[in-house]
């Protein structure tokens, strides 16, 4: 089990929840209505490629997260597992 988390960790790159992430979650969208934790997501998401660079896929069972990921040009995985196959994001 140790191995397994150890495993994850490595593959975890973590993003500080800073004022430029809040500042952009508060910010109009493409697309609207936003709910805040979906915008605090979708900026951080914003501020990881920004920092990693492309191939970010957007985890969510939530259609109109999905459809705003997409209109930014992020992949969209919409039924686990979809850890794994490319680059992750977790928000914590």
Known sequence: ???????LLGRCHLV??????????????LVEPVRTLD???????MAWESEVGGG???CTRD???????RVYG?????????CGRRREMRVV
Not at 39 to 45: D, F, Q
């Open 56 to 58: 970010l896929v957007i």
């Open 74 to 82: 992020f992949g969209v995985a919409t039924t686990p597992p979809c």
């Open 63 to 69: 259609e109109r997260v999905a459809e705003i990921a």
């Open 16 to 29: 500080e929840l800073g004022d430029a992430i809040l500042q952009r979650a508060g910010e109009p969208f």
């Open 1 to 7: 089990m140790r191995h397994r988390v150890r495993s």
């Open 39 to 45: 915008a605090i997501h979708l900026a951080t998401a």
